[in-house]
């Protein structure tokens, strides 16, 4: 099982970035793909999933600059950032499993991160 997260890098703020986490070794249509976060010194937070069967999405954050798509023909979810701001920053991970859920721990597979960083 692998989930590759890509994408990451630095950004001014109010710019945008498209994060990608390609999937592989897993039945796609069986997972939620969930997309987190985690800013130094700060526990790692639920920011969106996405059930791949059924299109149906969360979002964990309370502003709605962040959406996802996907592409079934590559098994890769996109996190959209737009207008990122300094306290966007942080290492970005993606996971899957088995339910829609903004605990890390419902997850079973993860991938390494990739980081976002956001100057003012």
């Known amino acids: 099982v692998q989930l590759q997260a890509s994408g990451g890098g630095l950004v001014q703020a109010g710019g945008s970035l498209r994060l990608s986490c390609a999937v592989s070794?897993?039945?796609?249509?069986?997972?939620?793909i969930g997309w987190f976060r985690q800013a130094p010194g700060k526990e790692r937070e639920g920011v969106s999933c996405?059930?791949?069967?059924?299109?149906?999405t969360h979002y964990y954050l309370p502003e709605s600059r962040f959406t996802l798509s996907r592409s079934d023909a590559t098994k890769t979810v996109y996190l959209h950032l737009k207008n990122l701001q300094p306290e966007d920053t942080a290492v970005y991970y993606c996971?899957?499993?088995?339910?829609?859920?903004?605990?890390?721990?419902?997850?079973?597979?993860w991938g390494q991160g990739t980081l976002v960083t956001v100057s003012s």
């Open positions: 996971a899957a499993g088995p339910w829609y859920d903004a605990t890390p721990g419902t997850y079973d597979y």
């Open positions: 070794g897993i039945t796609w249509d069986d997972y939620v």
């Open positions: 996405m059930g791949v069967d059924s299109w149906n």
